[in-house]
């Protein structure tokens, strides 16, 4: 068979913000760069982050006295101290910065605007009064868990506003972006990444993509959920094609961050600025609740605080009935028609089209549902792949790790370009003192492998389950065992589930003829390690005896900096039935020392003061 | 399906600035047209006044020249405005398939008047061309000859034809060059396709009236000379 | 009890010989809030697994789930079927070039777009990030946004009358593309070099005014506004050339 070869210096998968940033960035200094996306690349998910990108330029009155340290510490606290603080210190000094560049690249990124304006919080209205002197400067808007106003936003279309950006920068540059391309393997010998095996997704062919680095870049995992405000192409593809070498880790697989806000019953996601600008929770009576949870922070309290209080308030029975389970109410209408058409538009539509609700005289229902995934491909700080040379990863697929157990709202997004700057300044230094020799041995060895996987499925060779019945399951194990609250009897049964679905999923066979583009041969290819990934999620979880950030554990309800303030390393060895868990410390040395967040609550077991002590820097 | 676009235009052009002298000249024309036909129907209609004003008015046009050498303009005008619009016109099998197709599924009000446009343009082009040579190889004009004419032979089915497709036409080409070039906003839209429905109506009865008027006068006269 | 629906799906699958163009039959009872989304993943995961369609976000987002709906453009996503008759006909977006079934490409079609149209900020200044940003009335910010909100998902294109019939027409959204970039004060490209892109038939002159764009928008961009604006400023740029270049110099 004659297959199609494309050679590149840099092979970027996913054509999100943070894929075509490092690419961007990699082009600018002359290498060639080619980039591969399931979707065209303005649909990647990363356009459908609406609230903002948080970065401390502290323009708005409101962000007065912000400042890359603030932005550091908040997002530490945010971690529960389970980031690597050496990256969320490049993270926070790097984002202003980003910021402005995004600007002269063509971000129409909102701008203080001088004079009195009022504004929300927790349902009461304040006033404030904008610097003549800083006008015109890009502005920011309050999210969930900062001190500061720190939140750089475009209306409530900044994820889509920055993408068009990006890939407008990337089409200046001449990157070549290929869509409808879904990369189903890796090309390695062990130790290094030379490319990727693809599947086109026009004509089903596969083709092989040889470069001398490689970028996964392929976003989140919330498919693996049921309820996910995830898009459909968020399967956790990059993750499986790297846990699939059997080198590569996953990075605290059980860090799963889940949102307060999906709408009942399609799980869209409405964006936090609703919260932010002044929108409050309400339950079945009809009455505000958070602020009984959390006094200071109320509504504004971060997200795993507040999913973990509506998932509380529901279970003391203040829930909302309906015929797809409890929900809560979210509401807007005291914002007013001008505030809900303008800056909250995208709410407003998304309440229109998929509810039929108008937000300006009806309430939306709202429950916690699967959002981020913290968890992802492990990485250094220079975002290159444990165990693999030549191997990248950046973004949410990543593992990097700025958001340990909990990110903050709009530290994602800003992750996006901040991080793919980063790293993709770090591929051309390894692009520029690497000389790497492609082995095609290695790469007909991955095609061959791949072919054999098509056609196995194709031809029922191992069995006939049905792929979608095989998903289905996966997703209502993790629903049941490892969703916000968690605990030792429900995980083990959720990890015992998994085992046998993993048996399910390796007898996957196709009902159609699986030619051209057949999007049940793409599930089918993909199955097997979606269990897998699913496998670590949930044993990660049941081996993590602790709660922190968003792995609550009702039975382990203490954060234990003593035994626990570590990351979790998830391998899924060649020919293993079940992941092999290691650990590695959280951080490699301490800026911030661990200590309260402030919001949550909760016990703290503390770490030995002098261990905390001999790795605390200035 | 149509391929992937090319990259045509992208090729130095031997005149770059031809086709924006070609719409302007499609507008202008289409403009002056429209500015015609609603004169010329308040012309003729005067004689639902009285046969005496429309004599004094088409004697004033032609004692000042303004019919020998308007007519030639208009004609010229008339031709210059089809062949500029049928730039735009499917004229191939498939093309008009294409055409009818889309607008079959769309069913889309502003999609099908084009529709209307284009059907309406190839009548009015050959009965139009015949109105306006025997007008002008008729002169002068007046009501009783304008009235024998059109009670003559199929005359009066040929206007009761040509009216209505050169009054759709024009209420059409009027709204769209408001639309083209911006006159017609999103926010005056709905306005202004009221405007151009009560045109249409408006010229139509004015229209009808004028051509039953005709007929009822070259009655009459046809009756005197009998006796 | 929900209705029985009927949809009649376009089927056909480049990639298979032996594949023709036709309709298919299912039926599909409509459960509560269902979206189009809702119905055709559960007829690919239910009925025919070889079903072809785009869904992404799922939310309106992302503009990949464009289709014909019973004869009209528009995002099956946000088609919410208790608002429609219960026989649906579903067909690929013309224009584009068709994938399988009701999935076209349109990544191919405005990747050549953004070259065309060179979608980006045409500057010589060189900016320092590390400085104070250039600052920006807000309104011109919200302005551009408010162009800048197009998803591409291809509606405009696919109802419009002209690239119908000419399939280098470069349509709305890229006349779009073109205003927004002709708003915003850090694109330095000057009024000729506008011109050069759209000043022939293949863009504003090209346009009928037949504003199915407009109307089948599920943006609701401002298409209609924003073609008229081009067509002034391009009439007149066209004017003021003739005007200098027959002038002696």
Known sequence: ?????????????????????????????????????????????????????????????????????????????GSDWGCDQECARLFANGAPIEMRRLAAWGVPWNRVVAGRSVYFKGGEKFEKEEKKEKEG????????????????????????????????????????????????????????????????????????????????????????????TNAVICDGGGHIIALDTGVAPIGNPEAIQFHPTGIVPTDILVTEGCRGDGGTLLDVDQKRFMHIYEPEKAELASRDVVSRRMTEHMLAGKGVPSPYGEHLWLDIRHLGDRHISTKLR??????????????????????????????????????????????FSVGEAACWDMHGFNRLGGNSLAETVVAGGIVGAKIVEFLQGNEVAFSTAHARDALRKTEERVNSVATCANGRENVYAVREEMQQALMDGCFVFRNEADLQQCVARLQKTLDRARRVGLVSDGKGVCHELYSALRIEGQVKLALMIAKGALERKESRGSHNREDYSARDDKDWLNRTL????????????????????????????????GRIIPADPAWVAARTIK | MAGTATMLYAHPQAHPRRDACLDWLQMITGACLVIFMWCHMLLVSSV?????????????????YLVQAGGPVIFVCFLAHFILAARKIPFTAGDQEIAWTHARMLRHRDTWLWMVQMVTAMFILVMGAIHMWVVLNDLPITAERSA???????????????????????????????????FISRQNRPKAKRIELCMFVVFMVIGVGTLLVFNHMATVLSAGRGV | MGRNIHFEIFRYNPQDTASIPRMQTYFLEETINMTLFIALTRLREEQDPSLVFDFCCRAGICGSCAMVINGRPGLACQ??????????????????????????????????????????????????????????????????????????????????????????????????RIARFMIDPRDERSEREYFDIIGTDFGIFGCMGLLACEDVCPKQLPLQDQLGFLRRKMGFAALRQIFKTSRPA
């Open chain 1, 1 to 77: 068979m004659q297959v199609q070869s494309h050679y590149s210096d840099l092979l970027v998968i996913g054509a999100g913000l943070s894929g075509e940033r490092a690419a961007a960035e990699a082009a600018a200094k002359g290498f060639s760069v080619i980039v591969l996306s399931i979707v065209p690349a303005r649909r990647s998910h990363s356009s459908a982050a609406q609230g903002g990108m948080q970065a401390s330029l502290g323009n708005s009155v409101m962000g007065e006295g912000d400042s890359p340290d603030v932005h550091f510490a908040d997002t530490v606290k």
């Open chain 1, 137 to 228: 400067l890009i502005t920011a808007r309050a999210f969930g868990g900062t001190a500061k106003w720190r939140t750089c936003y475009t209306s409530d279309g900044t994820g889509h506003a920055v993408m068009c950006t990006m890939d407008n920068r990337c089409a200046e540059l001449g990157i070549t972006v290929l869509d409808r391309k879904d990369a189903v393997a890796l090309i390695h010998d062990g130790m290094a990444c030379t490319g990727a095996v693809v599947r086109c997704m026009r004509t089903g062919v596969l083709e092989e993509f040889r470069a001398k680095a490689t970028v996964i870049a392929t976003g989140g995992l919330g498919r693996l959920y049921k309820a996910t």
């Open chain 1, 346 to 391: 995208e709410v407003d539509e998304i309440c229109r089209h998929f509810l039929g609700v108008d937000p300006r005289k009806q309430l939306i229902p709202v429950r916690p549902t699967q959002h981020y995934a913290m968890a992802g491909i492990r990485t250094n700080k220079d975002g290159a792949v444990y165990g693999l040379k030549g191997l």
């Open chain 1, 570 to 601: 998830a391998y899924w060895r060649e020919g293993a039935d079940m992941p092999e868990l290691l650990y590695e410390d959280a951080s490699p040395v301490f800026e911030l020392p661990p200590g309260e967040r402030g919001y949550g609550g």
């Open chain 2, 48 to 64: 639902l006044v009285g046969p005496a004003l429309m004599d004094a008015i088409a004697w004033f046009f032609e004692a000042t």
């Open chain 2, 148 to 182: 024998a004419r059109v009670a003559s032979g199929g005359w009066l089915w040929f206007y009761f034809i040509l009216l209505p497709l050169a009054e759709l036409h024009v209420s059409v080409g009027a709204y769209r060059i408001g639309v083209k070039w911006g």
């Open chain 3, 79 to 176: 088609t919410q079927i208790k608002n429609m008759p219960g026989h649906i006909s579903l067909h690929p977006l013309p224009v584009f070039k068709i994938i399988g079934d009701l999935s076209v490409d349109t990544g191919v079609w405005f990747r050549e777009m953004y070259r065309k149209t060179e979608s980006w900020i045409h500057t010589r200044a060189e900016v320092d990030p590390t400085l104070e940003e250039a600052r920006m009335d807000n309104a011109v910010a919200e302005e551009i946004y408010e162009l800048e909100r197009c998803i591409e998902c291809g509606c405009c294109i696919a109802a419009c009358g002209t690239a119908n019939l000419r399939p280098d027409f470069m349509g709305a959204a890229a006349l779009n």
